[in-house]
Protein backbone atom coordinates (compact mmCIF):
# COMPACT_ATOMS: atom_id res chain seq x y z
CA UNK A 1 0.00 0.00 0.00
CA UNK A 2 1.24 3.23 -1.04
CA UNK A 3 1.40 5.53 2.06
CA UNK A 4 0.19 8.95 1.16
CA UNK A 5 2.89 11.84 0.98
CA UNK A 6 2.28 14.73 2.66
CA UNK A 7 1.97 18.07 1.51
CA UNK A 8 4.24 20.99 3.15
CA UNK A 9 1.88 22.82 5.07
CA UNK A 10 2.19 26.94 4.95
CA UNK A 11 2.90 28.73 8.37
CA UNK A 12 0.16 31.22 8.77
CA UNK A 13 0.52 34.61 10.41
CA UNK A 14 -0.06 34.43 14.34
CA UNK A 15 -3.25 36.57 15.29
CA UNK A 16 -2.14 39.80 15.88
CA UNK A 17 0.66 40.36 14.13
CA UNK A 18 1.28 41.69 10.48
CA UNK A 19 3.82 41.20 8.06
CA UNK A 20 3.15 44.24 6.08
CA UNK A 21 6.20 46.74 6.68
CA UNK A 22 5.56 49.91 8.30
CA UNK A 23 5.46 52.36 5.85
CA UNK A 24 8.59 54.94 6.74
CA UNK A 25 7.05 58.42 7.77
CA UNK A 26 9.56 61.20 5.67
CA UNK A 27 11.45 63.38 8.17
CA UNK A 28 10.90 67.08 8.00
CA UNK A 29 14.07 69.31 6.47
CA UNK A 30 16.17 70.73 8.73
CA UNK A 31 16.08 74.15 10.01
CA UNK A 32 18.26 76.61 8.24
CA UNK A 33 20.93 77.38 11.09
CA UNK A 34 21.49 81.25 11.18
CA UNK A 35 24.26 82.55 10.14
CA UNK A 36 26.42 83.77 12.94
CA UNK A 37 26.66 87.98 13.13
CA UNK A 38 30.77 88.78 12.22
CA UNK A 39 32.40 89.75 15.44
CA UNK A 40 33.19 93.34 15.91
CA UNK A 41 36.66 94.31 15.64
CA UNK A 42 38.22 95.39 19.23
CA UNK A 43 39.52 98.82 19.75
CA UNK A 44 43.18 98.41 19.97
CA UNK A 45 44.57 98.80 23.18
CA UNK A 46 45.93 102.42 23.77
CA UNK A 47 49.82 102.82 23.93
CA UNK A 48 51.77 103.23 26.84
CA UNK A 49 52.48 106.56 27.87
CA UNK A 50 56.38 107.35 26.88
CA UNK A 51 58.40 108.64 29.90
CA UNK A 52 58.49 112.31 29.68
CA UNK A 53 62.15 111.54 31.11
CA UNK A 54 63.23 109.34 28.35
CA UNK A 55 61.34 111.99 25.54
CA UNK A 56 63.43 114.86 27.30
CA UNK A 57 66.78 112.83 26.63
CA UNK A 58 66.20 111.53 23.19
CA UNK A 59 65.62 115.38 22.02
CA UNK A 60 69.18 116.09 23.72
CA UNK A 61 70.76 113.35 21.82
CA UNK A 62 69.09 114.28 18.88
CA UNK A 63 70.20 117.95 19.56
CA UNK A 64 73.88 117.10 20.11
CA UNK A 65 73.51 114.51 16.67
CA UNK A 66 71.84 117.31 14.67
CA UNK A 67 75.23 119.45 15.22
CA UNK A 68 77.32 116.78 14.21
CA UNK A 69 78.41 116.01 18.06
CA UNK A 70 78.58 112.13 17.65
CA UNK A 71 80.11 111.46 20.96
CA UNK A 72 77.48 113.84 22.69
CA UNK A 73 75.26 111.90 21.13
CA UNK A 74 76.21 108.82 21.72
CA UNK A 75 76.32 108.97 25.23
CA UNK A 76 72.64 110.18 25.72
CA UNK A 77 71.65 107.69 23.77
CA UNK A 78 73.28 104.96 25.52
CA UNK A 79 72.14 106.51 29.20
CA UNK A 80 68.74 106.24 27.85
CA UNK A 81 68.77 103.03 26.68
CA UNK A 82 70.26 102.06 30.26
CA UNK A 83 68.11 104.13 32.36
CA UNK A 84 64.69 103.37 30.64
CA UNK A 85 64.60 99.47 29.43
CA UNK A 86 60.84 99.20 29.30
CA UNK A 87 60.55 102.19 26.74
CA UNK A 88 60.53 99.73 23.43
CA UNK A 89 58.93 101.85 20.89
CA UNK A 90 61.89 105.02 21.85
CA UNK A 91 64.48 102.25 21.95
CA UNK A 92 64.31 101.12 18.66
CA UNK A 93 64.73 104.56 17.00
CA UNK A 94 67.38 105.41 19.55
CA UNK A 95 68.95 102.35 18.98
CA UNK A 96 69.05 103.14 15.19
CA UNK A 97 70.63 106.62 16.11
CA UNK A 98 73.22 105.36 18.13
CA UNK A 99 74.10 103.35 15.61
CA UNK A 100 74.77 106.06 13.46
CA UNK A 101 76.61 107.84 15.79
CA UNK A 102 78.98 105.13 15.95
CA UNK A 103 79.56 104.59 12.56
CA UNK A 104 80.61 108.32 12.01
CA UNK A 105 83.04 107.97 15.28
CA UNK A 106 84.58 104.88 13.68
CA UNK A 107 85.06 107.44 10.31
CA UNK A 108 86.82 110.64 12.04
CA UNK A 109 90.43 111.17 10.79
CA UNK A 110 93.40 110.16 13.23
CA UNK A 111 93.23 111.80 17.10
CA UNK A 112 95.46 115.67 17.10
CA UNK A 113 98.32 114.87 18.60
CA UNK A 114 100.10 117.66 19.50
CA UNK A 115 99.06 119.96 22.87
CA UNK A 116 97.44 122.61 20.58
CA UNK A 117 95.58 120.44 18.40
CA UNK A 118 93.76 118.74 21.54
CA UNK A 119 92.88 122.02 22.86
CA UNK A 120 91.78 122.89 19.50
CA UNK A 121 89.44 120.19 19.60
CA UNK A 122 88.91 120.26 22.83
CA UNK A 123 87.53 123.76 22.35
CA UNK A 124 85.49 122.98 19.24
CA UNK A 125 84.27 119.69 20.85
CA UNK A 126 82.76 122.59 23.29
CA UNK A 127 81.27 124.70 20.94
CA UNK A 128 79.53 121.88 19.67
CA UNK A 129 77.88 120.88 23.17
CA UNK A 130 80.38 117.48 23.41
CA UNK A 131 81.64 117.62 26.45
CA UNK A 132 83.02 113.90 26.69
CA UNK A 133 85.30 114.70 24.02
CA UNK A 134 86.22 117.64 25.18
CA UNK A 135 87.41 116.27 28.42
CA UNK A 136 88.82 113.68 27.26
CA UNK A 137 91.13 115.50 25.43
CA UNK A 138 91.89 118.47 27.72
CA UNK A 139 92.75 115.64 30.35
CA UNK A 140 94.96 114.39 28.02
CA UNK A 141 96.60 117.44 27.89
CA UNK A 142 96.67 117.96 32.20
CA UNK A 143 98.36 114.36 32.25
CA UNK A 144 101.54 116.06 30.52
CA UNK A 145 101.26 119.50 32.20
CA UNK A 146 98.81 120.04 35.34
CA UNK A 147 99.18 123.43 35.04
CA UNK A 148 97.96 124.34 31.82
CA UNK A 149 96.06 127.42 31.96
CA UNK A 150 94.32 127.18 29.31
CA UNK A 151 93.32 123.40 29.65
CA UNK A 152 92.18 124.07 33.34
CA UNK A 153 90.18 126.50 32.00
CA UNK A 154 88.55 124.28 29.51
CA UNK A 155 88.09 121.87 31.92
CA UNK A 156 86.10 124.22 34.48
CA UNK A 157 83.98 125.19 31.82
CA UNK A 158 82.97 121.36 31.40
CA UNK A 159 82.76 120.77 34.97
CA UNK A 160 79.89 123.83 34.86
CA UNK A 161 78.54 122.71 32.56
CA UNK A 162 78.04 119.33 33.61
CA UNK A 163 76.47 120.95 36.90
CA UNK A 164 79.38 120.28 39.11
CA UNK A 165 80.46 123.93 40.84
CA UNK A 166 82.83 122.85 43.12
CA UNK A 167 85.06 120.88 40.70
CA UNK A 168 84.58 123.88 38.53
CA UNK A 169 85.48 126.45 40.96
CA UNK A 170 88.41 124.44 41.88
CA UNK A 171 89.63 123.95 37.84
CA UNK A 172 88.73 127.95 37.58
CA UNK A 173 91.16 128.97 40.80
CA UNK A 174 93.97 126.94 39.34
CA UNK A 175 93.65 128.07 35.84
CA UNK A 176 93.78 131.87 37.64
CA UNK A 177 96.76 130.39 39.65
CA UNK A 178 98.65 129.48 36.74
CA UNK A 179 97.18 132.76 34.51
CA UNK A 180 95.45 135.75 36.34
CA UNK A 181 94.15 137.00 32.94
CA UNK A 182 92.05 134.01 32.72
CA UNK A 183 89.34 136.36 34.41
CA UNK A 184 88.64 138.64 31.65
CA UNK A 185 87.24 135.37 30.04
CA UNK A 186 85.76 133.76 32.77
CA UNK A 187 83.65 137.07 33.23
CA UNK A 188 81.71 137.09 30.35
CA UNK A 189 81.56 133.17 29.35
CA UNK A 190 78.33 131.47 29.26
CA UNK A 191 79.76 128.05 30.95
CA UNK A 192 80.10 129.53 33.95
CA UNK A 193 76.04 130.65 34.26
CA UNK A 194 76.30 127.95 36.70
CA UNK A 195 79.09 129.92 39.34
CA UNK A 196 77.80 133.33 38.49
CA UNK A 197 75.88 133.35 42.09
CA UNK A 198 78.92 131.83 44.25
CA UNK A 199 81.15 134.50 46.29
CA UNK A 200 84.06 132.80 44.86
CA UNK A 201 83.12 133.36 41.53
CA UNK A 202 82.78 136.62 41.56
CA UNK A 203 85.75 137.53 43.81
CA UNK A 204 87.64 135.64 41.46
CA UNK A 205 86.40 137.69 38.31
CA UNK A 206 86.27 140.93 39.55
CA UNK A 207 88.53 142.94 37.12
CA UNK A 208 91.81 144.40 38.87
CA UNK A 209 92.51 148.26 37.38
CA UNK A 210 94.67 147.86 34.18
CA UNK A 211 94.29 143.63 33.78
CA UNK A 212 94.74 142.53 30.62
CA UNK A 213 92.44 140.24 28.37
CA UNK A 214 92.84 136.49 28.61
CA UNK A 215 91.37 134.32 24.95
CA UNK A 216 90.77 130.72 24.50
CA UNK A 217 88.97 130.79 20.94
CA UNK A 218 86.55 132.53 19.81
CA UNK A 219 83.22 130.94 21.18
CA UNK A 220 79.96 130.44 18.71
Known amino acids: MVSALKMPTRARPKPGRTTRKPHSTPRAPKA ?3 TPAPARPQPAPPAPLVDARAIAMFEQGMASLQKHAYGAAAET ?3 LIDQFPGE ?7 RVYLELCERELRRKPAAPKTVEERLTAATAALNNDDDPTAARLVKS ?3 ADANHDLALYLMAAVEARRGDATAAMAFLT ?4 SNPEVRAQARHDDDFELLRGLDAFKALVEPPPGAGGFRRGRRR
Open 141 to 143: VLD
Open 32 to 34: AQP
Open 174 to 177: RAFN
Open 77 to 79: FKR
Open 88 to 94: RALLERT
